[in-house]
């Protein structure tokens, strides 16, 4: 079985509960290890499912959930243990389940995840725009934010989006919200933290105030940290455990060779691994789409069904559109007037 999820997990072993003779200290009998997990996660909405390396047996009839309301009830299958969650949870709802298995010498361990509700549907997006650092500017002030398209409708609940600089790995994970395709999304990753940055899950557009937001597209706002300034991957996922749906490597002009960062190297190989961005191998910078990183000027998607770093562009300074979908798009050269004098010879 392949490894399906990765959630959040706490585990803790416990040991079939004897006092042990001295003897047994030194040279224990029989077998003292506890069930190892192996993966854990949903297939579907009504189900959670841990994998164990050895049978394993529940402990107890019910298991622990949040949010309350949900009633979890356990079984197993071999190594495998099955948790119904009745009523099923919603797309992108925040989780937590606890519970404990046991072996048949009676070693017990102790578990916690942490995880969002399985999402059956969820919308197609691609990324659209993106600015990368914030600037100074006090008349009009520009923050880091990833901008969306919707290319199909669906639910938004458990869209994963991670970012990674040489230093750091950020994520965030949409909460439950309906788009159609052809919406425009904009996740805010530098808030200034003001009450006015709310998420606008509903219907309502409008409802989010904050440098850079808009009544055109939806605004999400989250403080897992800010994109990297001129080196950094965005890998967008239809859920954490699937792979790249879409992506984006930059990296600064500057930078030749291969690639020396394990967190940037590790998610450059998923988006190439999935099709989505060329590769030299080994991976090198100059793979990456190349600029000199700029508060003032937005990166943006072009048009034409381009991939990879062919795809992308720098916007002129003052050309951030957050929400506005292919406003910041180079608009096309008008063909120039001919002359009375060529117009009358048929020039």
């Not at 990833?146 to 965030?172: H, I, N, P, T």
């Not at 002129?316 to 608009?331: D, I, M, R």
Request: charged residues 20%.
């Amino acid at each position: 079985m392949r490894r399906f999820f990765a959630p959040t997990v706490l585990a803790a072993c416990v040991l079939a509960s004897c006092s042990p003779e001295a003897g047994e200290i030194l040279m224990p009998a029989g077998d003292i290890r506890p069930p190892a997990i192996l993966e854990a996660g949903q297939r579907s909405p009504g189900t959670f499912e841990v994998l164990f390396d050895e049978d394993i047996s529940p402990v107890g009839e019910r298991f622990a959930f949040d949010p309350g309301g949900v009633t979890a009830t356990p079984r197993s299958e071999g190594a495998s243990l099955k948790i119904a969650l009745e009523p099923r949870v919603g797309a992108g709802v925040p989780c937590s389940l606890c519970g404990e298995a046991k072996d048949a010498a009676g070693n017990v361990t102790r578990f916690l995840f942490t995880f969002v509700g399985y999402n059956e549907r969820p919308a197609k997006l691609r990324l659209n725009e993106v600015q990368t650092g914030k600037n100074s500017s006090a008349s009009n002030p520009r923050r880091d934010y990833v901008e969306f398209l919707a290319e199909e409708g669906g639910d938004l609940g458990g869209v994963f989006v991670q970012w990674a600089s040489a230093a750091k790995l950020a994520s965030y994970a949409f909460p439950p919200c309906e788009v159609s395709k052809g919406s425009v999304i904009v996740l805010h990753c530098a808030p200034e933290g003001v009450p006015s940055e709310v998420d606008e899950a509903g219907a309502d557009l409008g409802a989010s105030g904050g440098v850079d937001a808009s009544a055109s597209g939806r605004d999400f706002w989250t403080q897992a940290g800010g994109l990297p300034d001129e080196t950094g991957v965005i890998v967008l996922r239809d859920r954490e455990a699937d792979p790249p749906r879409d992506g984006l490597f930059y990296a600064a002009s500057t930078k030749t060779g291969a690639i020396d960062s394990a967190k940037l190297l590790a998610a450059f190989s998923e988006l190439s691994g999935a099709g989505l961005w060329a590769a030299s191998s080994p991976p090198a910078w100059e793979d990456g789409f190349a600029w000199k990183s700029s508060s003032s000027r937005p990166l943006h998607r072009s048009g034409g069904g381009k991939e990879g770093k062919e795809a992308w562009y720098v916007g002129e300074s003052g050309t951030q559109s957050p929400g506005l979908a292919g406003a910041g798009l180079p608009k096309a050269k008008a063909a120039p007037k001919k002359s009375k004098r060529s117009a009358a010879n048929g020039g």
